[in-house]
Nanobody, 115 residues
Framework: QVQLVESGGDLVQAGGSLRLSCAASGSIFSINAMGWYRQAPGKQREMVAAITSGGTTNYGNSVKGRFTISGDNAKKMVYLQMNSLKPEDTAVYYC?????????WGQGTQVTVSS
């Protein structure tokens, strides 16, 4: 089992920045990729960014050039630096971890961007 705990969500004005953190605990040796998803009210959950244990990153089209994912592979921490935030970035952001057998989710952290 893997447990994920997110932190860093907040209310911020458009154009501002936030940094989200996610700490994994438990069977972290099984994790081969981590990432961030988000879900806005009335919308489907979408991939924001992901990073593999080898450091390969991938971003959703709507955040490319504004968000940066990074991680500490040994500690199984993952971070999401969010710059130039827009009101449409408002959502609950979920940390995600993948092993060979399972997908794990955190409880989510709220990010609200005011115009």
């Amino acid at each position: 089992q893997v447990q994920l705990v997110e932190s860093g969500g907040d209310l911020v004005q458009a154009g501002g920045s936030l940094r989200l953190s996610c700490a994994a605990s438990g069977s972290i040796f099984s994790i081969n990729a981590m990432g961030w998803y988000r879900q806005a009210p009335g919308k489907q959950r979408e991939m924001v960014a992901a990073i593999t244990s080898g450091g390969t990153t991938n971003y959703g089209n709507s955040v490319k050039g504004r968000f940066t994912i990074s991680g500490d592979n040994a500690k199984k921490m993952v971070y999401l630096q969010m710059n130039s935030l827009k009101p449409e970035d408002t959502a609950v952001y979920y940390c995600n971890a993948n092993s060979a057998r399972r997908v794990y989710w955190g409880q989510g952290t709220q990010v609200t961007v005011s115009s």
